[in-house]
């Protein structure tokens, strides 16, 4: 330590040990209250001034004798016996030595990926890019990862997608693009996209690395956007059990509320249909051509898994209801192990304009099961007495008279009508 006696300056023999190896002359090493400057309450009080030195003095008593030393870091470009800091400086150094040793400045890697948002398809295509710095899982030190697509709110089950697995690296090239059917306008203003990358062990369960959610309604239609995020932890759940005995009720209070509320925003699917009155033939035209309501079921995307291979077996019932001779009932073929059928099948109702307003046309979908009754995933009625997409599609088909019109619909699930198995 360095002490003032008088004017004369002295080194104690440890800053003589503790020098620099390094080419040059000697230099005795910054002193450890460079640092961490603790300054004593008797001392004096730090001047704004930056021109105004820093020294290192004793505190003198009334009666001229010399109290201990005072520790603090000394004037900047003063030369002397140990090394010196400023005030600032000092306090940069130790914030950086302590950010460095801490567990939370521990990066689990970014992810760079693509955005697109198309209109008039009612899709949106993701392009996972490349991840880079990914925390090792493996006993090699290197990862198996991939990424997984999760639509938030929403069935995770349902709206799953997943790119293939790249081997034994940190820092992984996709470029592969996953897309999303049936996404409307109100999906893109409510949901979030959730990217969770993953390493993959064929002997054990995959390990989570990192996720990271985007708000879709950052994504314009029809322009491509792109992203560089960093992964992070998923949000933590509150625990009863960490909290007071007095809390706990509540907790378990708003996590059932919480379950419910996601049980409520779960979706069954979507369903693509189109719809085209064709107008009856006029005097003198082809007497072959019949005028009714043509029922096209095109495909259906993200249904809700039945059978515990995690897929389905779907098939679509469609009704135009009331039904009073029960001869307007359609099925489609069954589709094998998949969530996302492509039916693209036609069904037509003879039937006139004026009749056909008072109808409701009730769409159903199916999961098929050998030996017992099969299972509902969900449906959608259209009519004159209906609300939201629904109404609007059935109006834009009673409008536009001779034209197709395709929407896409959230299946729900229970109908407002009583549906009978078959």
């Known amino acids: 330590m360095t002490v003032r ?9 440890q800053e003589h040990m503790a020098i620099d190896v390094c080419p040059g002359p000697i230099r005795p090493i910054r002193q450890i209250s460079a640092y961490f400057p603790r300054l004593s309450p008797t001392a004096e009080p730090i001047s704004p001034n930056p021109a105004s030195p820093l020294a290192l003095s004793p505190g003198v008593g009334t009666s001229g004798g010399t109290r201990g030393s005072l520790l603090s870091p000394l004037q900047a470009g003063a030369r002397g016996g140990g090394g010196t800091l400023s005030a600032a400086s000092s306090i940069e150094t130790s914030v950086d030595i302590c950010s460095s040793d801490s567990d939370d400045s521990t990066a689990l890697g970014t992810l760079e990926f693509e955005l697109r948002y198309e209109r008039a398809t009612s899709s949106l295509h993701c392009t996972i890019i490349r991840a880079k710095g990914l925390k090792p ?68 369960h995959n390990e989570f690395i990192g996720e990271s959610r985007v708000a879709l309604r950052r994504v314009k239609p029809d322009q491509t956007k792109r992203f560089y995020t960093c992964l992070e932890h998923p949000p933590p759940l509150p625990s009863p059990t960490a909290m007071g005995a007095a809390l706990r009720g ?27 009155f064709v107008t009856p033939p006029a005097e003198g ?9 043509c029922v096209g079921v095109l495909r259906c995307a ?28 359609h099925k ?91």
């Open 5 to 13: 006696k008088g004017n004369k300056l002295t080194i104690s023999i």
């Open 137 to 204: 899982m493996d006993f090699n030190g290197l990862s198996d990862p991939y990424v997984k697509l999760h639509l938030l709110p929403g069935a995770c089950k349902a709206n799953k997608l997943k790119t293939k697995t790249v081997r034994n690296s940190l820092n992984p090239v996709w470029n592969e693009t996953l897309t999303y059917l049936g996404i409307t306008e109100e999906d893109i203003h409510r949901k979030t996209l959730r990217l969770s990358v993953c390493d993959e062990d064929k002997l054990t």
């Open 250 to 276: 509540i907790s378990c209070y708003l996590r059932e509320w919480e379950n419910e509320q996601m049980a409520s925003l779960e979706e069954r699917g979507r369903m693509l249909l189109s719809l085209q």
């Open 285 to 293: 035209e082809a007497e072959g051509r019949r005028g009714g309501l």
């Open 302 to 329: 993200h249904l809700a898994a039945m059978d515990v291979n995690g897929f389905s077996d779907p098939y679509v019932k469609i009704y135009l209801k009331p039904d009073v001779k029960k001869k307007s009932k």
């Open 332 to 422: 489609t073929a069954v589709i094998k192990k998949t969530l996302n059928p492509e039916f693209n099948e036609e069904f037509f109702y003879e039937i006139p304009l004026s009749e056909l307003v008072h109808k409701t046309l009730e769409v159903t979908v199916w999961d098929y099961d050998l030996g017992r009754s099969n299972d509902f995933i969900g449906g959608v009625c259209l009519s004159c007495h209906v609300q939201g997409d629904a109404l609007r599609h059935w109006m834009d088909c009673l409008r536009n008279k001779g034209q197709r019109v395709e929407r896409w619909h959230i299946l729900a699930n229970e109908l407002p009508q009583t549906t009978c198995h078959d």
